[in-house]
């Protein structure tokens, strides 16, 4: 199938590693330009690199922290005119309902809440002026069942859910589609990090963690940040265009519901 974005331009938040890798992979596999974001320039120029190599588009780095304002203001700065908008950011730490202050909260809102609806507000409008935008939010699956360690991560990012549901709807007539990813369990250094949480809470190991946690999802393994990818470039292609405000969750089955 063929997406019809080449030559579309992207940014792609916190894509070094992980899920936000993943994205930008399958978006410049399909001829997207990229401007590419994480706090650490040594991973972030590697990645880069290798995207250019392999998929020959163009590729813009910017090493910042996308949660601060100052953050997002070089990043903006360097975007100039961005058709699809794919936004993420390191998720809150877990921990027990009763740790958390609000400062905890301020953090986790500022990362999973209150950024990415910084960066739509910064760039939605220029899609609607141009009649043709995309963006795609990573959240999580918390979203639709919460997950009791990572009440941070329930709290900031239901609240972004809650936004995009009403805006989306603001701006769908306009040619642009706003859509959530709901990761579940994938293989990336954040998986990694929670299985070592369980490690340490259950004195087991990293690698009985991860194999308890494969057996409790349905497809009986963990899901992969090129898979992740695909649907992330799927949701910003012009075949979708008439989903709107969706929250697709990829989870190999793991969230039990019908519906
Ligand atoms: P990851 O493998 O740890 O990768 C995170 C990426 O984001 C890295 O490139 C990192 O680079 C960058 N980053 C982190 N904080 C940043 C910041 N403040 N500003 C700019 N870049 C930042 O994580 P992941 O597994 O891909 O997870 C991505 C998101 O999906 C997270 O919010 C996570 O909570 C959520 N999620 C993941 C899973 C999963 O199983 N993997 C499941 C549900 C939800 P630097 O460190 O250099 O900045």
Redesign the pocket.
């Known amino acids: 199938m063929q997406l019809g974005i080449s030559g579309k331009r992207a940014l792609v938040?916190?894509?070094?590693?992980?899920?936000?890798?993943g994205c930008a992979e399958a978006l410049a596999a399909e001829g997207v330009n990229l401007v590419m974001?994480?706090?650490?320039s040594e991973?972030?120029e590697d990645a880069a690199d290798q995207i250019r190599k392999a998929h020959q588009v163009e590729v813009v780095t910017v090493a910042?922290?996308?949660?601060t304002e100052e953050?997002r203001a070089r990043v903006l700065a360097a975007c100039g005119t961005v058709d699809i908008l794919v936004t993420?950011?390191?998720?809150p730490p877990p921990g027990n309902w009763t740790d958390w202050e609000r400062d905890d909260f301020i953090a986790a809102l500022d990362?999973?809440m209150l950024t990415p609806i910084a960066l739509m507000k910064a760039l939605v409008p220029g899609m609607m002026e141009r009649g043709w935008g995309r963006v795609v939010n990573?959240t999580?699956?918390?979203v639709k069942a919460p997950i009791p360690v990572l009440g941070l991560?329930n709290s900031a990012r239901a609240g972004l859910t809650g936004y995009v549901a009403g805006m989306s709807r603001q701006v769908a007539g306009k040619g642009v589609s706003i859509n959530n990813l709901l990761?579940?369990?994938?293989d990336?250094?954040?998986?990694k990090s929670l299985d070592g949480g369980v490690a340490k809470a259950k004195s087991i190991t990293v690698a009985e963690a991860r194999s308890e946690r494969e057996a409790s999802i349905p497809a009986q393994r963990?899901g992969t940040?090129e898979e992740f990818g695909a649907a992330c470039a799927f949701l910003c292609s012009q075949h979708a265009g008439f989903i709107i405000g969706q929250n697709v969750l990829m989870d190999g089955g793991a969230t039990n519901s019908t519906i």
């Open positions: 938040c916190a894509s070094s590693k992980g899920l936000g890798r974001n994480a706090r650490g991973a972030l910042a922290d996308i949660t953050g993420n950011a390191g998720g990362a999973n990573i999580s699956q918390s991560s990761p579940g369990i994938h990336t250094d954040r998986a963990y940040a």
